[in-house]
């Protein structure tokens, strides 16, 4: 499984030869894998041919979430995610947005869960200006590893 997961410059190598297909890439921190990011990463799939994550550095995470998180460490998350047969690879960023590694890899659709608005998405300009295109998919309502967070600390 952790030969899905790739460095940034291995991964625009593998994706030169993806010319024929749509390449789609979504992005997230993915701490405590739920079912919510499951059904998320099954609706991202179906919208191309080859769905490539990335995921948040440890670093970006708790720039993102604060320094009790992530929970668990960025490489273990890769690994889980790599595991998942609907991803076809997995890279790790070290920015807190993935406005700088979609302007690398310029995939042809970009999907965000359904908790956001398009003209909200901080990589939406770097996604309009090579021209792809940006797909919603519908959230999980309460699946989230805050929400998973707070339940444990809640029972124990």
Do not use: W
């Amino acid at each position: 499984m952790l030969k899905k997961v790739t460095a940034l410059s291995d991964l625009k190598e593998i994706l030169q030869d993806k010319t024929d297909e749509e390449i789609v890439f979504t992005n997230g921190c993915f701490d405590i894998l739920h079912v919510g990011h499951i059904r998320y990463l099954q609706e991202a799939k179906a919208k191309g041919d080859f769905l490539v994550v990335g995921i948040n550095s440890d670093k970006s995470v708790q720039q993102l979430k604060g320094k009790k998180r992530p929970i668990v460490p960025e490489m273990e998350r890769a690994e889980m995610l790599a595991a998942l047969e609907m991803i076809d690879y997995v890279v790790i960023f070290a920015e807190v947005t993935a406005k700088s590694i979609i302007s690398e890899l310029k995939p042809d659709i970009y999907v965000k869960g359904g908790d956001y608005k398009i003209d909200e998405l901080p990589e939406a300009e770097v996604v309009a200006e090579y021209g792809g295109r940006i797909e919603l998919v519908k959230e999980v309502k309460g699946a989230s590893t805050t929400n998973i967070v707070a339940e444990i600390s809640e029972r124990y």
